[in-house]
Structures are given as structure tokens and as C-alpha cells.
T-cell receptor, first 117, second 114 residues
Framework: AQKITQTQPGMFVQEKEAVTLDCTYDTSDPSYGLFWYKQPSSGEMIFLIYQGSYDQQNATEGRYSLNFQKARKSANLVISASQLGDSAMYFCAIHKAGGTSYGKLTFGQGTILTVHP | DGGITQSPKYLFRKEGQNVTLSCEQNLNHDAMYWYRQDPGQGLRLIYYSQIVNDFQKGDIAEGYSVSREKKESFPLTVTSAQKNPTAFYLC?????????????FGQGTRLTVV
């Protein structure tokens, strides 16, 4: 069974500074995808960044980068130059692309990020 | 505009009643998902469907049922067997279950049992 663990219930960061949100995962499948989503207080889910299990390079999307350490099964999200609008709940998720239960998309418990001015 | 539509946005139900939450997508996506979110908590997978006419139980399927008779529709029924149904329900879809592609989400339905 696949599992995502986010150990930081809440994080605080000063505006314009960088912050790292932790995510570890557990899966026995060789093919999987890791995703990060942002959920503002409005409740909508916003896709941020994706990393495939076979990707050699760490993914980057603007101010977001994913620190992928496959051997340690971690996929931490780094937000550079934090903005007040980054305050939200952040979720890490893992997608199973093959084998039994293919297509299953599992989320972690989330981390609430608060950006201070 | 392409997207996922969940309705209604707010739903009130009396204890002991079944209620069905609607989820429609016009993205031509094969895979669809239902999640439950309790206040301040993560998303827990209820059911998912890889393709029309097929679906799989997620991690918390007890007390819920789904159908996937049409590609664009994946309704969720919360039955009276669900002991604590008050929660925020999110529906999502992705192009295919075989590839690691992003999931698109609806705006959610907030269900309250009164």
C-alpha cells in the first residue's frame, strides 16, 4: 500500500524568505508520481508541481522546486521568496501508475503554512 | 470552459437519510476520484474510477457508494451507514490512470448532517 507522511502540521516563514515543506512516501511500485497541491482557505485545490519516479532532475515551477531524494523516499517542496499569498494548506500526494490499484492517488495530512509580513 | 462541477456547494441532511453528491467533468478524463476532508485534515480517498463502468474502493469506502455509468459523471452517495458524514467532499479527475498526470479538482460540497 502506498502512503504519504507530512510530519509538519504547521510552518511559519517570514515574507521573502524560503521555506521547505517535508514529505516522505512509502511505495513498493517502481513507477509513481509525486505531486504538491495548495489549498487556500477557500477550499479549492491548486496543482503546484510534479515529480516522476524516473525523473533524474528535480522539478521546478517558478518559485516552487521539489527536492526529490529517491533513496530516502522524500519529496520536499521548497518555496523561494515567500509571499503573503502563499499562506495556505499544502498537500503532498502520490499516484500509482501501474500494478494493482493503478490510478490510485493518495494524499498526506497536509502542512499549514503561514507567511508573516 | 472545461472543468469539474460539483453540486450542490452546501448540503444539509437529516440523520438516517441517504444523499447523493454530483460530480460532472467535461475534460474527457478517464480517471475520477472522491475524497473526504475533515476540518484541518488531509484528503482521504473514498472511491476512484479508472475508466467508465469500473471503480475501486479507496481507504474509507464504508458507508459510501458510487457509480460510473458515463465517462463524465461520478456521483457519490453517502448512505445512512456512514456514521459521521459531516465533512467537505472533493471530486477530482485526471486524463488517464496509467500516467502520472495532475488531477483537477471541483470546488467541493460541504455536507452537514442535522
Amino acid at each position: 500500500a502506498q502512503k504519504i507522511t507530512q510530519t509538519q502540521p504547521g510552518m511559519f516563514v517570514q515574507e521573502k524568505e524560503a521555506v521547505t515543506l517535508d514529505c516522505t512516501y512509502d511505495t513498493s511500485d517502481p513507477s509513481y508520481g509525486l505531486f504538491w497541491y495548495k489549498q487556500p482557505s477557500s477550499g479549492e485545490m491548486i496543482f503546484l508541481i510534479y515529480q516522476g519516479s524516473y525523473d533524474q532532475q528535480n522539478a521546478t515551477e517558478g518559485r516552487y522546486s521539489l527536492n526529490f531524494q529517491k533513496a530516502r523516499k522524500s519529496a520536499n517542496l521548497v518555496i523561494s521568496a515567500s509571499q503573503l499569498g502563499d499562506s495556505a494548506m499544502y498537500f503532498c500526494a502520490i499516484h500509482k501508475a501501474g500494478g494493482t490499484s493503478y490510478g490510485k492517488l493518495t494524499f498526506g495530512q497536509g502542512t499549514i503554512l503561514t507567511v508573516h509580513p | 470552459d472545461g472543468g469539474i462541477t460539483q453540486s450542490p456547494k452546501y448540503l444539509f441532511r437529516k440523520e438516517g437519510q441517504n444523499v447523493t453528491l454530483s460530480c460532472e467533468q467535461n475534460l474527457n478524463h478517464d480517471a475520477m476520484y472522491w475524497y473526504r476532508q475533515d476540518p484541518g485534515q488531509g484528503l482521504r480517498l473514498i472511491y476512484y474510477s479508472q475508466i467508465v463502468n469500473d471503480f475501486q474502493k479507496g481507504d474509507i469506502a464504508e458507508g459510501y457508494s458510487v457509480s460510473r455509468e458515463k465517462k463524465e459523471s461520478f456521483p457519490l452517495t453517502v448512505t445512512s451507514a456512514q456514521k459521521n458524514p459531516t465533512a467537505f467532499y472533493l471530486c477530482a479527475s485526471s486524463i488517464t490512470p496509467y500516467m502520472n498526470t495532475e488531477a483537477f479538482f471541483g470546488q467541493g460540497t460541504r455536507l452537514t448532517v442535522v
